[in-house]
C-alpha cells in the first residue's frame, strides 16, 4: 500500500492503479421503484470503509446521542410538529398582543428585529476585519513541492450535467486542462435517464480512457445532489471533487488540494475552492453578482473558518476524503442547496472544513429571470437547512457550542430573515416619507429609532463597502462604482426571497434549473487573468 506522510491512507474497495485497474463497485444496481436503494449503497460503502483498519477516527467526534441524523431518506416535512406548535404559539402571543396592547406590541417587535439586524452586520464585520487582517485560506506551492504523478492519488470528479449539451465541449476541454495524470483520474460524467439529448451529445464525443458516463437511475427527487450520490457509490479515488457544467478551475487545483490534505490536521475532510465568474464584464448583473461571490468566497468564508464555526459549502469545487464523505451518508437529496446542508454536517460530525487558495471560475447568470430562480433555489435551501436542524434547537446547541450556535443563527437563519423583512422596513420609510403617518412614528420611539437608522447608515455602508473591497481584492477595479449600486441588487434577493417562502411550501424539493450557457468562457474580454488571485493580505497592510 502506497502512503506519504500526513496523507489519509488507502481504504479498501479505492482502486490507485487508474481506469485500467479493476472496478470494484461492490454493490448491487440500483431497482427502479426502491426509494432507499442509494441509502444502501452508501451504508454498504460505508461498512466497507469502516472494514479498513488503517483509516484513523475523526478526532473530536460529539458524544453517540448527539451525532448528527444521517440524510433522510424519506421527504422531510417543511416544519415539525414542535415547530408548528411554537410557530402557532408566537402567532396567537402576536395577534393577542395587538388586541391588548397593540402599539407597545409592535414596539417591541420592532426592537428585536433591529438588534437582530445590527448583531447580523456585526457578524458579517467581524467576519471580513478577520479575512482581512489574519488570511485563514490553505495556501500550499505546488511548484516547489511538487508531486511525482506515481505518487499521486486516483481523484475522482463527479460531474452532474442536466440539460446542457452544448456545455460539455468546454467542460471536457476544462477537465483536460487540470495538471493531473489521466492514469490517477476518475471522472464521473452523471446524466439523467430523462436528458436524451445531454445523453446523445455525450455518447458523441470521443471521451477519454479517464471519462465514465453514468446515468442517474430515476429514484428520488430530480437534482444534483442525488445525482452526486450515485456519483459516490461508484467512486474509486481517496479523494473526491464536484465540477458543474460550466466550471473552468486552476489547472493546479487538484495538486493544490492533494498537498493540502497532506499538511492539514485530520480533522480537516473537506477543502472548499474560492468561485468567481470569467464572465463579470457581460453586463450590471454579472459585476454585481462578481462582487458578491468575491465578498462571499473571500472574505465571508475565511472569516467563518478564523471563527472555527460552520462553514457552508459551494455548489462546486468541494474536495473530499472520499471514506468520510461516505461515512457522513453524503448529500441529502431533499435539500436543494445540498452544499450547505453538508457542510453543516461535517461540522456537527467533529470535522473540519477549510478554504483552498485556488480559484474555480464560473459562468455568472446573466439573465435577471434566470438569476431569481437560482437564487430563490439557494435561499429555499438555506431555509430548509436552517429548519430541519433546529427541529432539536437544544441538543443542536450542545453539539455546536454557544459561539458556533450564535454563528448559525446570524448567518444561515439571519441571512435570509433579512431578506424577507427588508421590503417590509424600505414600504415603512417610504410611507413615513411621504405620509408621515402617525402609526409609524409611534412603533419607532426614540431609542429603537435611534438605532434603527444607525443600523440603516453603518450597516448599508458596511456591506456596500464589503463588496467594494470585493472587487479591489479580485483586482476587478473598474467594478468598484458598480458596487455602489449594490443596494439596486438587494430588491432582486428580496424577490427571490419570496419566491423561495412561496416554494418552500408548496414545492419544497422541487429544483429550479439555472440555464447556462448564455457566455462561453472563450468570449474574448471574459477570461480572467487567472494568476491574478485575491489580494486580501493588500487590503488589510494598506489599511
Known amino acids: 500500500m502506497t502512503t506519504y506522510e500526513g496523507h489519509w491512507p488507502d481504504v479498501t474497495g479505492f482502486d490507485r492503479t487508474g481506469p485500467t485497474g479493476p472496478r470494484d463497485h461492490a454493490m448491487a444496481p440500483v431497482k427502479a421503484g426502491d426509494k432507499v436503494a442509494v441509502h444502501e449503497r452508501l451504508a454498504g460503502l460505508f461498512e466497507r470503509a469502516q472494514r479498513a483498519n488503517d483509516v484513523p477516527e475523526p478526532a473530536a467526534q460529539p458524544p453517540e446521542d448527539e451525532r448528527p441524523m444521517l440524510p433522510p431518506v424519506d421527504p422531510p416535512t417543511v416544519l415539525s410538529v414542535g415547530q408548528k406548535v411554537g410557530f402557532l404559539v408566537l402567532a396567537l402571543a402576536f395577534a393577542g398582543g395587538l388586541v391588548v396592547a397593540p402599539v407597545p406590541t409592535l ?21 471580513i476585519t478577520k479575512a482581512l487582517n489574519h488570511p485563514h485560506q490553505v495556501t500550499v506551492d505546488v511548484v516547489s513541492d511538487r508531486m511525482a504523478d506515481s505518487d499521486l492519488p486516483v481523484y475522482t470528479l463527479l460531474l452532474p450535467v442536466y440539460h446542457e449539451s452544448s456545455m460539455l465541449t468546454q467542460l471536457v476541454d476544462g477537465i483536460l486542462s487540470l495538471d493531473y495524470p489521466d492514469d490517477r483520474l476518475d471522472v464521473k460524467l452523471l446524466l439523467e435517464e430523462d436528458d436524451d439529448e445531454t445523453r446523445e451529445a455525450a455518447a458523441a464525443l470521443d471521451l477519454p480512457d479517464c471519462f465514465e ?19 459516490l457509490t461508484h467512486a474509486r479515488g481517496e479523494y473526491l471533487v464536484i465540477y458543474d457544467a460550466e466550471d473552468r478551475p ?13 499538511q492539514a490536521e485530520p480533522e480537516v475532510v473537506c477543502l472548499q475552492a474560492q468561485l468567481n465568474y470569467f464572465n ?26 478564523a471563527m472555527d464555526v460552520v462553514i457552508p459549502l459551494g455548489g462546486t469545487s468541494n474536495h473530499f476524503v472520499t471514506a468520510r464523505l461516505m461515512e457522513i451518508g453524503g448529500w441529502n437529496s431533499f435539500n436543494v442547496t445540498e452544499d450547505a446542508d453538508l457542510g453543516l454536517r461535517i461540522y456537527l460530525q467533529g470535522w473540519k472544513t477549510a478554504v483552498l487558495e485556488t480559484t474555480t471560475y464560473e459562468e455568472a447568470t446573466s439573465r435577471y429571470r434566470n438569476w431569481i430562480r437560482q437564487r430563490s433555489r439557494w435561499v429555499k435551501g438555506y431555509m430548509q437547512t436552517y429548519l430541519y436542524h433546529m427541529r432539536r434547537p437544544v441538543k443542536l446547541a450542545r453539539a455546536m457550542g454557544p459561539k458556533s450556535f450564535v454563528a448559525f443563527q446570524l448567518f444561515f437563519g439571519a441571512g435570509t430573515l433579512c431578506l424577507l423583512l427588508n421590503p417590509v422596513f424600505w414600504a415603512l420609510a417610504i410611507l413615513w416619507f411621504a405620509a408621515h403617518l402617525h402609526l409609524i412614528q409611534s412603533i419607532f420611539p426614540w431609542p429603537v429609532l435611534y438605532l434603527g437608522t444607525l443600523g440603516l447608515i453603518v450597516g448599508n455602508a458596511a456591506c456596500v463597502l464589503s463588496v467594494v473591497s ?14 455602489l449600486l449594490i443596494p439596486v441588487y438587494w430588491v432582486l434577493m428580496s424577490i427571490g426571497a419570496w419566491k423561495a417562502l412561496i416554494q418552500l411550501f408548496t414545492k419544497p424539493s422541487y429544483w ?11 468570449d474574448p474580454g471574459d477570461v480572467p487573468e487567472l494568476s491574478a488571485g485575491p489580494v486580501l493580505a493588500d487590503i488589510a497592510s494598506a489599511s
Open 107 to 127: 414596539v417591541a417587535v420592532m426592537a428585536v428585529l433591529v438588534l437582530f439586524f445590527m448583531a447580523s452586520n456585526l457578524m458579517k464585520l467581524v467576519m
Open 213 to 231: 458516463i453514468l446515468v442517474v437511475p430515476d429514484v428520488g427527487p430530480t437534482g444534483k445532489p442525488r445525482a452526486c450520490n450515485h456519483g
Open 250 to 262: 486552476e489547472a493546479d487545483q487538484l495538486r493544490k488540494s492533494v498537498l493540502a490534505f497532506a
Open 280 to 305: 463579470r464584464t457581460h453586463n450590471l448583473l454579472t459585476r454585481w453578482f462578481t462582487g458578491e461571490y468575491s465578498v462571499w468566497f473571500d472574505q465571508f468564508l475565511p472569516g467563518l473558518q
Open 470 to 483: 470585493g472587487c479591489f481584492g479580485r483586482r476587478n477595479y473598474d467594478d468598484v462604482k458598480y458596487a
Open 512 to 522: 429550479e434549473k439555472t440555464e447556462h450557457g448564455f457566455c462561453r468562457f472563450e
